[in-house]
T-cell receptor, first 115, second 113 residues
Framework: GAVVSQHPSRVICKSGTSVKIECRSL??????MFWYRQFPKQSLMLMAT?????????EQGVEKDKFLINHASLTLSTLTVTSAHPEDSSFYIC???????????FGDGTRLSIL | AQSVSQHNHHVILSEAASLELGCNYS??????LFWYVQYPGQHLQLLLK??????LVKGIKGFEAEFIKSKFSFNLRKPSVQWSDTAEYFC???????????FGTGTQLKVEL
């Protein structure tokens, strides 16, 4: 149980393109989803927390106009990297939790490469 | 500010050796602690968690961790590692299961036959 599906697993695109990443909880309702970014040999850095039906809460230093998050249902959250540039290349990981006192369940991550 | 430190970045062990991975945290208020594992090519998976109660927590696959409040530590242990334990291990701290987590930098464990 508690499966989180993240799609796509890998994206390669040109600079200036907008890229959408989906995160789905397959067998549970995710009241909260989280988006992380991981640079090589570094830890996961939380970008934003997304609660269903409300605006995402962004961490300090994360541009909300650059990284658009939508959590329209209890099973789906999307992260859109707008007008992506090479410095946005990274590994993006989502996680989801069903209740406030339950561990997060992670997706497989999306490797984004901007040329 | 919250922080999690993992002291060992790379660990190489032979099969059947004992394992201890260090984790220290800095967190204001009540803290929940987690160890996640990421096997090659797979997503992060929960190994074990500590919310309250017995500070010695047992997780899956023979792993355990001990919460020592006075040392702000939550070290991961396994008495006898297997080749299949080769993975990256992340310690994380949060203020509640559904709240945001702060991760350590991870420890890459390689178990040799």
């Amino acid at each position: 149980g508690a499966v989180v599906s993240q799609h796509p697993s890998r994206v390669i695109c040109k600079s200036g393109t907008s890229v959408k990443i989906e995160c789905r909880s397959l067998d549970f309702q995710a009241t909260t989803m989280f988006w992380y970014r991981q640079f090589p040999k570094q830890s996961l850095m939380l970008m934003a927390t997304s609660n269903e039906g409300s605006k995402a809460t962004y961490e300090q230093g994360v541009e909300k106009d650059k990284f658009l998050i939508n959590h329209a249902s209890l099973t789906l959250s999307t992260l859109t990297v707008t007008s992506a540039h090479p410095e946005d290349s990274s590994f993006y990981i989502c996680s989801a939790t069903s209740y406030s006192n339950q561990p997060q369940h992670f997706g497989d991550g999306t490797r984004l490469s901007i040329l | 500010a919250q922080s999690v430190s993992q002291h060992n970045h790379h660990v190489i062990l032979s099969e059947a050796a004992s394992l201890e991975l260090g984790c220290n945290y800095s967190y204001g208020g009540t803290v929940n602690l987690f160890w996640y594992v990421q096997y090659p090519g797979q997503h992060l998976q929960l190994l074990l968690k500590y919310f309250s109660g017995d500070p010695l927590v047992k997780g899956i696959k023979g792993f355990e961790a001990e919460f020592i409040k006075s040392k702000f530590s939550f070290n991961l242990r396994k008495p006898s590692v297997q080749w299949s334990d080769t993975a990256e291990y992340f310690c994380a701290a949060g203020g509640g299961g559904g709240n945001k987590l702060t991760f350590g930098t991870g420890t890459q464990l390689k178990v040799e036959l």
